[in-house]
C-alpha cells in the first residue's frame, strides 16, 4: 500500500431490501403515517433485479405508489430544493449543489 485506504466496494440494494423497507413502512409502519408515496433512496446503481421486484411492490401495493431512487434521480428531485439540501446536508453542500 503506499499509504492510500483501499477502495471499498459497496453492495447495492437486494430486492430483500427494498422488500424490507417497504415492510418497514406498509407492516410495520402502517397507519402510522398514511402517505401515496414512498420514496427509497440508494447511494448506488440499481439492478435489474431491484427493478423487477419494485414492479412487484407496486402492483401488490395498488394505493401505494414506490419509488426507487439511485444518486442521479435523487441529484435531479433536488436540484431545484435547495431549502432541503441544506436541511439535510448543510449550507455549504447547498451552495456546490
Same mark, same amino acid.
Given at each position: 500500500?503506499? /499509504?492510500? %485506504? &483501499?477502495?471499498? %466496494?459497496?453492495?447495492? &440494494?437486494? &430486492? !430483500?431490501?427494498?422488500? =424490507?423497507?417497504?415492510?418497514?413502512?406498509?407492516?410495520? /409502519?402502517? /397507519?402510522?403515517?398514511?402517505? *401515496?408515496?414512498?420514496?427509497?433512496?440508494?447511494p448506488c446503481d440499481i439492478t435489474r433485479q431491484v427493478t423487477v421486484k419494485l414492479r412487484?411492490? +407496486? @402492483?401488490?401495493?395498488? #394505493?401505494?405508489?414506490?419509488?426507487?431512487? $439511485?444518486? #442521479? *434521480?435523487? /441529484?435531479? =428531485?433536488?436540484? +431545484? =430544493? &435547495? #431549502?432541503?439540501?441544506?436541511?439535510?446536508? $448543510?449550507?455549504?453542500? !447547498? @451552495?456546490?449543489?
Amino acid at each position: 500500500m503506499n /499509504g492510500q %485506504k &483501499p477502495v471499498r %466496494k459497496t453492495r447495492g &440494494p437486494s &430486492p !430483500a431490501d427494498l422488500q =424490507r423497507a417497504v415492510e418497514d413502512h406498509t407492516v410495520r /409502519g402502517s /397507519g402510522e403515517f398514511p402517505v *401515496e408515496e414512498l420514496v427509497v433512496c440508494v447511494p448506488c446503481d440499481i439492478t435489474r433485479q431491484v427493478t423487477v421486484k419494485l414492479r412487484e411492490l +407496486n @402492483e401488490s401495493n395498488p #394505493d401505494l405508489s414506490i419509488v426507487l431512487l $439511485g444518486p #442521479d *434521480e435523487l /441529484g435531479d =428531485r433536488l436540484r +431545484n =430544493r &435547495p #431549502d432541503i439540501v441544506t436541511q439535510f446536508f $448543510g449550507q455549504q453542500t !447547498a @451552495e456546490r449543489f
